[in-house]
């Protein structure tokens, strides 16, 4: 079993949860505020990319295997037809 | 004296697949290094294949090898077998999947920015190709 | 041939370029405008994650956490494989 160093008392493994996190965090927030959907079927990828390195840092890899099949294959093709189906670009909804 | 020598061939073989997941991930560097410095998405293809075959298709041979001589059996067998398997199904793929995007991209008005001749784009608009 | 500390200290520096290089991938996604560019740094991204998977499992002993790295993979090229249909204007099932 390899230990690694710690830095301010943090160890790697928390260090690594954290970052994946907030790359996460950013990734859902350019999801939320995207107005080409297509870009946001991306962005939510990227997002599922990286709940996936959360979780494999968490040594889960059964939620590793749900969460890419899900995030990354069923969810961006079910949206990429649905697309299809209507219109790419979002448009802005008027104040009453 | 024989199983002597097989395990040192086991142990140098090993290190070699160690030393190749460095520089593989070297490679990975230089693919992420090639995506911020290229300015297109035809230019970036190149970058994408050294990431692929240079940092990842190598890296999973080298990290297989080092599991199948450097650690003990049952652990090494398993994480061989599977680095084995996903190296041989990236080589598949990959190649497969960045020429399925690069030619949906040509397809949806995406070019090559420094471009001499465009034989490609030529063909459709004389309806050779479809 | 080389000690075991020293292979371990190898495959710790190889996880640490895997996730800088992950780490500037992410931001270039980021800040990405054009759609295939996205979606090849997508694909970039999952294939580090695979060998990052699998060079974790050998540096921590643990078999368990290898599973995850074949069906990443294959998941990154039907992702591929999508996003190239809708780019060329056609249904999924064509």
């Known amino acids: 079993m390899f230990q690694g160093p710690v830095i301010f008392g943090l160890t790697v493994n928390e260090i690594l949860l954290a970052v994946f996190l907030t790359l996460a965090l950013v990734f859902t927030y350019k999801t939320l505020v995207e107005k080409d959907l297509v870009k946001a079927v991306v962005y939510s990828g990227g997002e599922a990319v990286s709940y996936a390195l959360a979780f494999v840092v968490m040594y889960a890899p059964d939620l590793v295997l749900a969460y890419v099949a899900v995030g990354l294959g069923i969810y961006s093709a079910l949206f990429l037809f649905v697309i299809t189906r209507t219109e790419r670009y979002e448009k802005e909804v008027v104040e009453a | 004296m024989v199983t002597d020598a097989l395990t040192l061939v086991g142990q140098i073989l090993g290190c070699l697949g160690l030393v190749l997941a460095l520089v593989g991930a070297v490679n990975d560097l230089i693919a992420a290094i090639g995506f911020v410095r290229f300015k297109n998405f035809f230019l970036r293809l190149h970058a994408l294949t050294v990431g692929v075959i240079g940092g990842t298709f190598y890296p999973l041979i080298g990290l297989g090898t080092y599991a199948l001589f450097c650690i003990s059996p049952p652990l090494g067998y398993y994480v061989a077998g599977v680095s084995y398997v996903t190296a041989f199904f990236v080589l598949i793929t990959a190649p497969a999947g960045s020429h399925a995007i690069a030619r949906g991209a040509h397809r949806a008005g995406y070019r090559p920015e420094p471009v001499k001749e465009d034989k490609l784009a030529k063909d459709r608009e004389e309806g050779v190709m479809e | ?94």
């Open chain 3, 1 to 94: 041939m080389l000690p075991l500390e020293t292979q371990m200290y190898i495959l710790a520096g190889a996880i640490g370029l895997y996730i800088f290089s992950s780490l500037i991938y992410a931001y270039k996604l980021a800040t990405e405008k054009s759609v295939p560019d996205m979606v090849i740094l997508v694909d970039s991204l999952t294939y580090d994650l695979a060998v990052f998977i699998v060079a974790l499992s050998i540096l921590t002993q643990n078999a368990y956490l290898a599973v995850g790295a074949l069906p990443l993979a294959i998941w990154a090229y039907v992702f591929d494989i999508y996003m190239s249909k809708y780019l060329e204007g056609r249904e999924l099932g064509d």
